[in-house]
């Protein structure tokens, strides 16, 4: 394969193990910029982002959720909300704010970085927005936790085509 986006596509893994390098402001803002150029319906960008870099609120929201390592490991992590306030369909908004974190995770990994989508954290999604002062309209989606790797061995699995693709007509 010879192009660029879609090798980073095929090499990215989540990465939870992370080296104690921060990121520059200048690759942490591509990382939200990719994320705010992901399409939403109607283009109403529902989504709203929380970016967390202290010690202090990474250790705390690391405390909700069982794979808190990877929060308090990472450099900075990005909490990713729907704003229920400019929502318009439950699930083409939720589609959006998959399209904003997947294109985070590859932008990161398009900079040199890891990255891994954390979705248990759902589970406690009221105490997260307490923890950001954040009103009941901004609806919890993901986090993405963020860092250089500390080792590339990540392996994965897929299922293979044959039984993805129902049909070709
Ligand atoms: C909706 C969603 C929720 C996820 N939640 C978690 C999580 O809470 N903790 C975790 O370690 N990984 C989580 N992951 C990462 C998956 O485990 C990972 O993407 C999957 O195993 C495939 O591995 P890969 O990303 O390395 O290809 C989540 C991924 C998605 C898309």
Request: aromatic share 6%.
């Amino acid at each position: 394969m010879n192009n660029p986006v879609l090798e980073t596509i095929l090499r990215r893994r989540s990465v939870r193990h992370f080296t104690e390098e921060r990121l520059s402001e200048e690759d942490l803002n591509s990382i939200l910029e990719a994320g705010r150029w992901a399409p939403s319906g109607h283009n109403h960008q529902p989504w709203r982002f929380v970016v967390v870099e202290s010690s202090e609120k990474k250790d705390a929201l690391a405390e909700l959720t069982r794979y808190g390592k990877p929060i308090q490991a990472g450099a900075a992590c990005v909490v990713v909300f729907l704003d229920t306030d400019v929502c318009y369909d439950r699930v083409k908004d939720a589609q959006s704010a998959g399209a904003v974190l997947q294109n985070m995770l590859l932008a990161a990994e398009a900079l040199g970085y890891g990255a891994v989508w954390l979705g248990e954290i759902l589970k406690n999604q009221d105490k997260v927005r307490s923890l950001f002062d954040l009103p009941e309209s901004m609806d919890l989606q993901a986090v993405v936790a963020l860092g250089r790797p500390k080792h590339r061995n990540q392996t994965s699995e897929r299922r293979p085509l044959e039984e993805l693709v129902l049909g070709r007509y």
